[in-house]
């Protein structure tokens, strides 16, 4: 008797395990829509003209893309001599007055994966500050967070825009 109830309780926990993921996977296409990651790059760049916490900092970038930053503010320190903190509100201080200065004009996208969504959104930026800065195209890679339920920028690259 004992071994049939281990075996329905196995069996019923087994079919548990195989039944999650598919509705997180549901979950994860309906969320993660094209739509929803041109959402959060404005309300990013809405509150990078602000001025970005450190928790808007988690909410916004990716484990791979907060790396990138903390390396990049090492190096930054490293070569100036001054502290982390120093180098981290000099970076935050340049995200904040690139934000302030340029106006993004959507092309396109592109949005793929089912459990790993990512997307991928490109943009033409202008300086609305001073006319000397070149038109840049810039690609903004992101990947849906099924830890907070929302996409994270997880790369961004520039490059002059050629016409």
Same mark, same amino acid.
């Given at each position: ?50 001025? @970005?916490?450190?928790? &808007?900092?988690?909410?916004?970038? /990716? ?5 990138? *930053?903390?390396? =990049? $503010? ?29 106006? @993004?004009?959507?092309? &396109?996208?592109?949005?793929?994966? /089912? ?5 991928? *959104?490109?943009? =033409? $930026? ?38």
């Amino acid at each position: 008797m004992k071994k049939l109830t281990l075996l329905l309780l196995s069996a019923g926990l087994s079919t548990l395990a195989l039944a999650d993921p598919p509705e997180y996977d549901r979950k994860s296409l309906r969320l993660a829509t094209e739509a929803n990651a041109r959402e959060l790059v404005e309300i990013y760049y809405d509150k990078a003209a602000v001025g @970005l916490s450190d928790r &808007d900092l988690n909410v916004f970038y /990716s484990r791979k893309y907060r790396r990138f *930053l903390s390396e =990049l $503010v090492a190096q930054l320190a490293q070569t100036t001599g001054q502290g982390t903190a120093i180098e981290q509100h000099r970076v935050l201080e340049l995200e904040r007055m690139n934000a302030k200065c340029e106006s @993004l004009t959507f092309e &396109d996208a592109k949005t793929y994966g /089912s459990q790993s969504r990512q997307s991928e *959104l490109h943009y =033409l $930026v202008t300086n609305t500050c001073v006319d000397y800065v070149p038109t840049i195209a810039r690609t903004i890679e992101l990947r849906y967070s099924t830890d907070i339920d929302s996409w994270q920028i997880d790369e961004v690259r520039d490059r002059e825009h050629v016409e």
